[in-house]
Every structure is written in C-alpha cells, then in structure tokens.
C-alpha cells in the first residue's frame, strides 16, 4: 500500500516561508518522478513542480525563482521550499508520485498567505 503523507503548511505573512515535506512509504520511491500540486476551491488542481528520478525539475510559471523542489531518496521524501509567498499561493498543496494517472496522492496540506 503506497502512502504519502504531506506536512509543513500553515499561515504566513505575504513574504514569508515554508517548506513542504511529503514522506512516501509503501513504493520504490527513487525510481519514480515526484511532484506538488495545488488546489483552490472551484478551480482544478494544477502542476506547481516536479522532480524527474534523476533530480531534472519543472515549475509552473508563477513559482518560478520563488519555488524548489528537491528530493531525498535516502529517506523517501520530497520537499518544496516556498519563498516569497504570495497571497494566490493559498492552496491546499498535494504530493503527487508517478503521475496524475497512476492515482498516487497524498491527504494535502494547507498553505495559507496571509497578513
């Protein structure tokens, strides 16, 4: 049974910090592709990084410069360090691994920037 379990979200001012960690359990977690995604409320989630099983990265746009992804194999987990938050990267944020389509997801955690 494979399971991701996401922590390190809260509330924060607008140019603040966080970083996300997901622990993956259950799955040969280095030979798979990684990623975070978020989600608002009435809007469909959307890819914010991802991380290749050979460390090559992705961002979306908005995320760029503010955003990294990173990955430790040795202790099946990945991260997302944000910086410079904003209040529209309020989101639930959800690890992802192997893909959209292979169904593996974490509960989420909850990001909120706010003063």
């Known amino acids: 049974q494979v399971q991701l379990v996401e922590s390190g979200g809260g509330l924060v001012q607008p140019g603040g910090s966080l970083r996300l960690s997901c622990a993956v359990s259950?799955?040969?977690?280095?030979?798979?592709?990684m990623a975070w995604y978020r989600q608002v409320p009435g809007k469909q989630r959307e890819l914010v990084a991802g991380?290749?099983?050979?460390?090559?990265?992705n961002y979306a746009d908005s995320v760029k410069g503010r955003f990294t992804i990173s990955r430790d194999n040795a202790k099946n987990t990945v991260y997302l360090e944000m910086n410079s938050l904003k209040p529209e990267d309020t989101a639930v944020y959800y690890c992802?691994?192997?893909?959209?389509?292979?169904?593996?997801w974490g509960q989420g955690t909850q990001v909120t920037v706010s003063s």
């Open positions: 992802n691994l192997g893909g959209p389509n292979l169904g593996h």
């Open positions: 991380i290749t099983n050979k460390g090559s990265t």
């Open positions: 259950g799955s040969s977690f280095s030979i798979y592709a």
